[in-house]
């Protein structure tokens, strides 16, 4: 019986509606009416299953500022053809690039970006997801064109070619990038008859070259695929619109009853992956990062099928736990781990695979067989033990305390998650199902625990040590691997493991929450953040949540130090703080974070933050508990060494990343005030020691200013009792703290690019075949009107910039353009990751704003405005949970603004202006001929493409020759000639916090 906290959606079961005129007109159509919600979800639902097999969730919210729809289809890249793989994932790229009823490649996109939508899609092993969100009032065009892509896509020859070299470029993006190259060689070693091994993503030679050599049309296959696979019956759609349910059927029903039906079965796969000789054995893979990890992988039956009592979820529960007892914890004191995850995966359908993945230290990497051992130990604990109900139920409990009060999702989410479930689930049971486990079946946990034997387990080590032992290369990305039989008396061994008297199962969970009390709001409460104490040590804001109206609430305490800025050496000694301090502090959070409470302590630009958040009940416990541990915090010398060296490949490990990720680092260090390189951290990791921190946190300790803000349940009384508990214990600690000057506290600033100056930043990057520019344009100082048009240039030029730089020219996979704010300043950047040289990318991306300029004298005064409201859309748009409008109040506090009514500045602002403004802003910051403009371009080159002839040529053929830059090579030179802009000013008259300067 579920719990009467469920509530239901009327009482009307599964009918067959035969007398409308929907019926009449697009065939026999199943209603569901009786869908199983939370209580406190107010939207409504229905579902439907069309005459053609789709089925369909409505969802009716009359207060969405967000429509969307999201269709998931059942076929995915293990059903491509053998001999051409990625074939899944090139249907998706082309299946946006016109249909019949919409022929224009950028229709869609076109539409959605003018009507404040967007797009995108994903092609996964078994089923492959497109979605898309746009303004309420414009839901019915959206899911027109939507609907197209399964009934009539055009497949055109013209796109063809193109969107190969896209899926191509998207492919050497992830080359370097290990998750990618761990997952395909797991794959590589499966039975190469099995379509777990294939290759997903594809690339140019599996789409193009080799299907031309041997005389194989890749269009033709792929209008095939398409005819094959996307069959109505294998179809799963959601929809949110702000229209009644009757108003959404009516939208839906007749444009997706169009898809046909071909009665497809979808693809099983009951048999294993593996082979028999493919178990009990050590894969030993070389990464491209310098990281450390080992994984235990069992093949196991397709767990979905038993969602109601859900085994996997109690094993890895237990498995992953990180309480005192457990694996994490062993290992943790033998020094071996750092953590460890348990997870299952299902292929739907066929099989799943569960895994317990641990990240390990240098001297772990060197233990794995006794590492292995221990798992095995605890596997055998809990197979002799047998399951435990009470731990069935308390995992219930906390799942449906979650499903009860659960955040309401954002459109997009929504139906992404939803247009999933129903693959999986009764439309009854499609919001519920994924945490209502009630079923207890003993049997099923006993026959997963079986499943865990050595001889069927495959281990996974992974660290750059294996490198000179390593013969074998997987043959998509290159890695390299070995892979060796595991010896029969190891074998033996584990399994005839003796129990290890260290592992415990986890007693009952004392932080679940059990007091849900919705405080009263204050009679004097504000519509806005505001202060209630205010010392020369400490500030806290309150503001209680009048909206959500659930039991939870955050609390953020903002510790700020001039110490932690001054150089290199102290910014590393605060990360080493934070994480001693998060380890130190895991076996007791791990519990309270399963109870619905969280921490998180992080370092800022300033000190550190401590978050608080979740079930208002029990959290002033934790509150106390984390500030006495911090203010008598002990350093343990052995986490010391091994966080230390994490921290070392943490900032090594920089250099592999995305080029496009170094452009917007550089583009940060370079203009930030007070800003310390990678380089210049990692060279002062060797001054860190214990004792030094000892010292460290001392003076941290005697020097700073804390600022809180607590929002949500909790009214100015309880708020201010927690604003006790901080301010008694800064004044408890035994060190003499001097209040910090207001001075003190000042915010980084950014250095301002001169008028009319063009700068240009190089540097290298070796791991990757792609390149890549940005161009960054500073637009002055921040303010409302600043920030306005920097937004409506992102917003009119976004959809081009995507068409024009990636689609037509096929620059590269990653482009993307959109406005930058800081605490001073706002800009514009424009990013293209590319295998072209950044010479020629620079020269494409100045024709597109040239181009734009032009475009924007003739846009109509309709598309003007067309584009103005869907910017207001975006601006207005309501938080759908507690945690935005939080970390919304908590930025503008943070930042020393409190400007907490921005976006209605902003979009009053934002009616105002004229196509003419609009164009004076472009021509005096955006485009290349204003004598006012301050750009400064950041190139990426790949070290291992050579493209300097091809750029040579490339540059010389195009119709403008490269921007005559200055070249930035020192960094100190550079931040020592420029002047800084001023901080912006606060909206809101409230007196800088610290300690008053005397003159």
Known sequence: MRPQTIAKMHSQPLQNVSADSITQKYGKLKRVENIIKSQQDCREYRGLQLENGLKVLLISDPATDI?????????????????????????????????????DENDYSTYLSKNGGSSNAATYSDN???????????????????????????????????????????????????????????????????????????NKDTLLTVPTERGINT?????????????????CLAVIGKESLDELEEMVVPKFSQIVNKNISRQLWQNEPYSKEQYGTKVYIVPVKDIRALTLSFTIDDLSKHYKSNPGHYVSHLIGHEGKGSILSELRKQGWCNGLYSSHTDFIGGFGFFDISISLTEEGLEKIDEIVEYIFQYIKMLQERKPDKWIFDELFNLNELGFRFKDKEDPTSLVNNLSDALHLYPLEEVLSAPWLSDDWRPDLITDLLDCFMPEKCRIVAVGQKFEKDTMRSEPWYGTKFEVEKISTTLLQKWKD????????????????????????????????????????????????????????????????????????????????LVALFKDNLNEYLYNI?????????????????????????????LIEKVLDHLFDFKIDPQRFEILKEEFRLLLKNFVADQPY??????????????????????????????????????????????????YGNINKQAALDVADIISNKINSTNSVILPLLSRQLLLKREYKLPEGESYLFKSDNK??????AQLYLQCGIINDTSSVFVDLVAQVLNEPCYNILRTQEQLGYIVHLGSRKTTGTTGIKIIVQSDKHPEFVETRIECFLKEMLGQLEKMSESDFNAHKEALISKKLEKPKKLSVVFHRYLSEISISSYHFERDLAEVAILRKITKQELLNFYKAYIDKDSPARRSLMIHIVSGINDHDKETLESVNQSTKEPTSHLLITDLTVFKSSRELYPIAKPHLDITPKGARSKL
């Open 497 to 576: 493991c003796q129990l290890n008297e260290n592992f415990i199962l986890p007693e009952p969970n004392p932080f679940i929450p059990t007091d849900f009390t919705i405080m009263r709001e204050d009679s004097d409460s504000s519509k806005h953040p505001i202060i209630i104490l205010d010392s020369p040590t400490l500030r806290v804001w309150h503001k209680q949540d009048s909206e959500f109206l659930k039991p939870k609430t955050f609390v953020n305490i903002d510790i700020s130090s001039p110490i932690v800025s001054n150089d290199p050496l102290n910014f590393d000694l605060t990360h080493m």
């Open 593 to 621: 974070e399963l109870a619905g409470l969280r921490f998180n302590i992080s370092t800022s630009t300033s000190g550190v933050s401590l978050q608080f958040s979740g079930y208002s009940h029990k959290q002033k416990v």
């Open 661 to 710: 990720q170094h452009s917007l680092y550089y583009l940060a260090l370079i203009l930030v005030e007070n800003a310390w390189s990678k380089s210049e951290l990692e060279a002062a990791i060797k001054c860190l020691t214990p004792e030094r921190l000892e010292w460290f946190l001392k003076e941290f300790l005697s020097r700073f200013h804390a600022e809180c803000f607590i």
């Open 67 to 103: 429509s969307a729809a999201a269709m998931c289809v059942r076929v995915g890249y293990m059903s491509d053809p053998d001999y051409i793989p990625g074939l899944a994932h090139f249907c998706e790229h082309m299946l946006f690039l016109g249909t019949e009823k919409y022929p």
């Open 128 to 202: 492959t997801r497109y979605h898309f969100d746009v303004a309420p009032d414009k839901l019915d065009g959206a899911l027109d064109r939507f609907a197209q892509f399964f009934i009539s896509p055009l497949f055109t020859e013209s796109a063809t070619l193109r969107e190969i070299n896209a899926v191509n470029s998207e492919h050497e993006k992830n080359i370097p990038v290990d998750a990618w190259r761990l997952r395909q060689v797991n794959k590589y070693l499966g039975k190469t008859d099995h379509p777990y091994s294939k290759f997903g993503t594809g």
């Open 219 to 235: 269009r033709e296959e792929l209008m095939k695929f398409h005819d094959k696979w996307y069959s109505a019956n294998i179809m």
């Open 767 to 772: 791991f990757h075949k792609s390149s890549c």
